[in-house]
């Protein structure tokens, strides 16, 4: 697996997206104001927004071409399709949940095994979550100083309204698939569809 190891907040400026999708930082009012535009060709407005869910969900291009690939087989537009199985994600839901403090970290954690899905082990950060799902922090990991540490600064992340989550407990359950609506970033996913469709 490829690691990503650019500037978050270089990568952010250049795609024109908040820190706060990513977890980093507050939110001030110079990054959070766009300035004047160039002029950009169409290629470049739909490479633009591959790059910038590439980026916040962390595929390489082959893994994000065949989730594409997926979303196009699926009933309904694959643009939002692409969405919904991006949010889909083990590692997303773990950052959803408030147990990371970014999507970095939680595909981190993922994979260091620290999460059950229905109870079974998941280390796969990419695994899928389907609606009925319950994804919990394994009862080793729960005493771990660590988890209670990202708890305590994640306290007030808003939760989206398609995760049940118990703070107590530390689970979370998936009470319905996310829409583009759920999502906290802005995003022209019809861009990305027109680039793959050439």
Request: with cysteine.
């Amino acid at each position: 697996m490829s690691v990503n190891r650019e500037p978050i907040l270089k990568k952010c400026k250049s795609l024109g997206i908040s820190p706060m999708v990513m977890g980093v930082g507050k939110e001030t009012k110079r990054n959070s104001q766009a300035g004047f535009r160039k002029m950009e060709s169409d290629y470049k407005m739909q490479l633009k927004e591959k790059q910038k869910l590439k980026f916040i969900y962390g595929p390489g291009e082959k893994q994000f071409r065949h989730i594409y690939e997926r979303a196009e087989k699926m009933e309904g537009q694959a643009g939002a399709n692409l969405l919904t199985l991006l949010e889909c994600r083990l590692d997303n839901v773990v950052f959803r949940m408030g147990l990371a403090l970014t999507r970095r970290e939680a595909r981190q954690l993922v994979s260091h095994g620290h999460f059950d899905v229905n109870g079974k082990r998941v280390d796969i950060p990419s695994f899928r979550v389907k609606v009925g799902d319950v994804i919990s922090l394994r009862e080793n990991s729960k005493k771990s100083v660590k988890f209670q540490e990202i708890v305590e600064g994640t306290n007030g992340r808003l939760v989206p309204s398609w995760l049940d989550v118990n703070k107590e407990n530390l689970t979370a359950s998936v009470v319905r698939l996310p829409v583009k609506e759920d999502l906290d970033y802005e995003v022209e996913e019809h861009l990305i569809v027109e680039l793959y469709s050439k």
